[in-house]
């Protein structure tokens, strides 16, 4: 085994690798750029090495840095985590030439697999059924043109380097391809260096279905289960579980095999993930291999009760796989979601701050892998995920409600986060029911809410914490501002009752509480329905609130504001005003409040930097259409008009950085 290894990354996949080496005494070198100088992976580290400025292209992608901190450190490996050079097989071949070794495949199997073209002819070789298309570079449009006819619209437009869902283009129709194919070719320029496009058959509503295999350098490879990773955005994942409900163990060990053989024909060793797409017969194809560690890896980590970075670690110092495929068995069932920086209601746009306020997550059977704490700074350099937060169970029904409640109570301020949005998504009847689909997202979610509406048990349990919380901090400020004496005998009381309206958008609650300050049982009825509930003691001034109803333990998140509660629980996010019945009937009386902001100017929606501007002044624009695009954390967003009108002043200017909320352009309606 390696006494010292150099970690090349950053967030929460460093401070994973760093937990396996501790546990296997290897010490740690971390690097870091400016902008992390303070950050978690960094403390966590044995060492650590400062490698450059900000921007990744000249700190975490610089191969000649990282080898060298590496050698002047005296490591004898490199991790490369996931993303920036775990899949770079020059970096692989540099790093072999410094006399290290890399924890992962040779130069020669990264670049046969990493480019997708020729990982799909291998697959091919291996015998493994790959989605119908033209897998070679797309050169003449008028060949594709007449391919994609006989292959059938919709097509998907794929870039060879392609990566983290990055310049992928459906096309509907044939009059699309020829302006998809451009955008898709700038993209991938862009994000890879390497302009190669080639083309598939669409899949529709398919599911994600990946296998995880791991191989020694002795010709050993075991497959371990598969991940379902169907829900996506943008191509991306953001719930992945584990096994499959689509998988049933003849499938699962099909599926294995062929991973394996795929595996085989080109002499792989480290851990690798062998990804298919499934169609609604259960067809499977090969879409891609991934030569690393995986994101969603946690899952297959409960369920088989195998470390990933530890096997990783010791095929790459030589040794032989320490299980054979009999050894490897699925024990219940572990679900992962993704937490990102970025608005579900925008569009999952990244977001940028600094986080204030950050609750650890600690449970039986629940797993935080985390990058960021309190007073971490979200910048605009790197990539959104935050986080992951793991659950297992024995059955899919009981990890799905163990994660719910974990969610429940974690509670992230200063940056807009996806926890509500991955919440909600476990919470939707189409998830529990096990119909997943990588149009999922897509289908049931409109600007980050569901298209149905929450049940209205969630609702009244959220319309009695808020008014439990609400009810106790006024009484306790109001009781810790009387004088002493006046306290004694307080418990002694009658348990008095409290009548409370609640409004909530346009539904309004009845709320009645009976109970005592001094005491955690309460009777509570919310529109004639009574829940006995038990509070916590002296909680009710934190941003997470516990509670027992009707004898099952829920968590709650809430923010409070005067009069108004904003309060999440299960993915829904709600703002509550509270009365008591003589101000709410004082309130009916009380002036609307005045329409909001101008609407004939475009503000920008997050911080980053301006890559086009598509209008100029005196041009007629309309609602919805992208007027400036602006690139943050590797995207590229268009940001659309607010109004139809005319451009009177384009104030953005192309290659300059914008804040929130900057004028971007002004019109006349
Ligand atoms: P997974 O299959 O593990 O989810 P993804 O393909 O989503 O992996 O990528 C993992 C992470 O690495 C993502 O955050 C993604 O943005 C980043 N990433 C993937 N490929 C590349 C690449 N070629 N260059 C830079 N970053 C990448
Ligand atoms: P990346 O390297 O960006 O992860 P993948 O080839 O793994 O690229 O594809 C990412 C996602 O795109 C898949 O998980 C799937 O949702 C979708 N996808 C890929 N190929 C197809 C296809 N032929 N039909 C439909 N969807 C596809
Ligand atoms: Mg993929």
Redesign the pocket.
């Known amino acids: 085994m390696f006494e010292k290894i150099l970690i090349a990354n950053r967030g929460e996949i460093a401070i994973r690798i760093m937990r396996t080496c501790r546990k296997l005494k290897v010490k740690t070198v971390a690097v870091y750029s400016d902008a992390d100088a303070r950050s978690l992976h960094v403390r966590e580290a044995d060492e650590a090495v400062h490698i450059g400025p900000a921007p990744s292209i000249s700190s975490y992608l610089v191969h000649e840095k990282i080898v060298k901190a590496a050698v002047d450190s005296g490591c004898q490996a490199i991790h490369p985590g996931?993303?920036?050079l775990s899949?770079n097989a020059k970096f692989s071949a540099a790093v072999a030439q410094a006399g290290l070794t890399f924890i992962g495949p040779s130069a020669e199997v990264i670049a046969a697999l990493g480019d997708k073209i020729s990982a799909k002819n291998i697959a091919m070789k291996a015998g493994v059924p790959v989605v119908l298309g033209h897998n070679l570079p797309i050169v003449d449009i008028e060949e594709i043109r007449a391919l994609a006819g006989e292959i059938g619209y919709p097509v998907l437009l794929k870039p060879a380097a392609g990566?983290?869902?990055r310049g992928m283009r459906m096309v509907a129709t044939p009059s699309e391809l020829e302006s998809a194919l451009q955008s898709a070719q700038e993209e991938t320029r862009k994000?890879?260096g390497d302009n190669r496009i080639f083309l598939e058959r669409f899949i529709s509503s398919p599911r994600h279905i990946e296998i995880q295999i791991i191989a020694d350098k002795h010709g050993n490879v075991v497959s371990l289960g598969e991940r379902e990773c169907s829900i996506q955005r943008r191509y991306?994942?953001v719930i992945e579980e584990a096994p499959s409900l689509a998988v049933d163990r003849s499938l699962r060990s099909r599926m294995g095999e062929m991973a394996c053989a795929l595996a085989r024909e080109v002499g792989y060793s480290n851990a690798g993930?062998v990804e298919f797409i499934m169609d609604g017969h259960r067809n499977f194809f090969f879409m891609e291999m991934?030569t690393r560690l995986?994101?969603?890896h946690p899952v297959t980590e409960m369920v088989t009760s195998l470390d990933l970075v530890e096997l990783q670690l010791r095929v790459a110092s030589g040794e032989k796989l320490p299980i054979t495929q009999k050894d490897v068995s699925i024990k219940g069932w572990s679900i992962e979601a993704r937490i990102c920086a970025e608005d579900s209601s925008r569009n999952f746009l990244p977001s940028t701050g600094l986080i204030t306020r950050y609750s650890n997550l600690k449970g039986r059977n629940v797993r935080l892998d985390s990058g960021v704490e309190a007073g971490s700074f979200i910048g605009v350099y790197y990539?959104s995920?935050l986080s992951k937060v793991i659950s297992w169970g024995e059955t899919r029904e009981e990890a799905r409600t163990t994660l719910i409640n974990a969610l429940n109570r974690y509670h992230i301020e200063g940056v807009t986060t996806n926890v509500n949005f991955a919440n909600s998504i476990l919470n939707h009847p189409a998830f529990i029911k096990g119909e997943l689909s990588t149009g999922f997202i897509e289908e049931h979610y409109e600007e980050g809410e569901a298209k149905i509406d929450p049940p209205i048990e969630q609702l009244e349990a959220m319309v009695l914490a808020t008014t439990v919380m609400y009810h106790n901090r006024m009484n306790l400020v109001r009781e810790s501002l009387k004088p002493m004496a006046a306290k004694v005998g307080l418990s002694h009381r009658p348990a008095q009752l409290h009548r409370y309206v609640v409004k909530e958008l346009k539904n309004i609650f009845d709320v009645e509480l009976q109970g005592q300050l001094s005491s955690r049982d309460w009777k509570v009825k919310v529109n004639g329905k009574e829940f006995a509930v038990v509070t916590p003691v002296f909680e009710f001034y934190r941003r997470r609130l516990k509670l027992s109803i009707n004898g099952v333990n829920q968590y709650f998140r809430l923010q409070y504001r005067q009069n108004f509660i904003w309060t999440a629980y299960c993915g829904i996010s709600r703002i509550f005003e509270i009365y008591t019945p003589r101000e709410w009937a004082l309130a009916q009386y009380m002036p609307k409040e005045a329409k909001g902001a101008a609407e004939n100017v475009l503000l920008s929606p997050l911080p980053g930097m301006v890559v086009n501007i598509l209008v100029k002044k005196g041009d007629r624009v309309y609602r919805g259409q992208d007027l400036v695009v602006i690139e943050s954390m590797?995207m590229e967003s268009g940001v659309s008009s607010p109004c139809e009108g005319v451009v009177d002043n384009v104030i953005a200017t192309v290659g300059k950085a914008v804040e929130t909320d900057e004028v971007l352009i002004t019109f006349t309606t």
């Open positions: 996931y993303g920036f899949e990566g983290g869902g994000a890879f991306q994942k993930t991934n995986q994101v969603e990539d995920l590797k």
